[in-house]
T-cell receptor
Framework: AQSVSQHNHHVILSEAASLELGCNYS??????LFWYVQYPGQHLQLLLK??????LVKGIKGFEAEFIKSKFSFNLRKPSVQWSDTAEYFC??????????FGAGTTVTVRA | NAGVMQNPRHLVRRRGQEARLRCSPM?????VYWYRQLPEEGLKFMVY????????ESGMPKERFSAEFPKEGPSILRIQQVVRGDSAAYFC?????????????FGPGTRLTVL
């Protein structure tokens, strides 16, 4: 089974700071990769996804992620965060099927 | 455009009682997935259902847990004789087709607390 590791449990930033959240997975074959976000009191929403092609993926709200196959990584980045980016972020992986394996999540708190 | 609906949002049960969690997929979606998030862990796949069929229940505990997705009505995740270790957030997701590459749309989750 897939194992997904998110390096940081809780990140605290000031507005306009840059954000990078780490994600590593264990499977060596073909994978689909996702970042989901859960704003306080809301549903999990898809931020971005990678299936194939350009390893630099652009998502919603100014987020991007880079797939580095050799490092089994799919790190999420945003150059300048806003207070509204306060949320919990989940990295997820599937092996081309329907079973998503999630990391434990990173809580991001942005201070105004 | 209603998203995936789950109810109740919070459920408190005493040990030994039954818990029933409901999930209504998005309109037009015929595939439903249930995930469980234990404290301090990521979501874990439990079961994948299509209308009237369980396709994959490899993530379901062998005892006390069952799921259904009838022809009419919501999908139900049923936990019999709950124990404290069942306390978790249970998320439902749906997709229009087999979600290998397609997005799964998640509901808000049901937070089950077992006293």
């Amino acid at each position: 089974a897939q194992s997904v590791s998110q390096h940081n449990h809780h990140v605290i930033l000031s507005e306009a700071a840059s954000l990078e959240l780490g994600c590593n997975y264990s499977y060596g074959g073909t994978v689909n990769l996702f970042w989901y976000v859960q704003y306080p009191g809301q549903h999990l929403q898809l931020l971005l996804k990678y299936f194939s092609g350009d390893p630099l993926v652009k998502g919603i709200k100014g987020f991007e992620a880079e797939f580095i196959k050799s490092k089994f990584s799919f790190n999420l980045r945003k150059p300048s965060v806003q207070w509204s980016d306060t949320a919990e972020y989940f990295c997820a992986v599937n092996e081309g099927d329907y079973k998503l394996s999630f990391g434990a999540g990173t809580t991001v708190t942005v201070r105004a | 455009n209603a998203g995936v609906m789950q109810n109740p949002r919070h459920l408190v049960r005493r040990r030994g009682q039954e818990a029933r969690l409901r999930c209504s997929p998005m309109k037009g979606h015929s595939h439903v997935y249930w995930y469980r998030q234990l404290p301090e862990e990521g979501l874990k796949f439990m079961v994948y259902l299509q209308k009237e069929n369980i396709i994959d229940e490899s993530g379901m505990p062998k005892e006390r847990f069952s799921a259904e997705f009838p022809k009419e009505g919501p999908s139900i995740l049923r936990i019999q004789q709950v124990v404290r270790g069942d306390s978790a957030a249970y998320f439902c997701a749906s997709s229009p087709g087999l979600a290998g590459g397609n997005e799964q749309f998640f509901g808000p989750g049901t937070r089950l607390t077992v006293l």
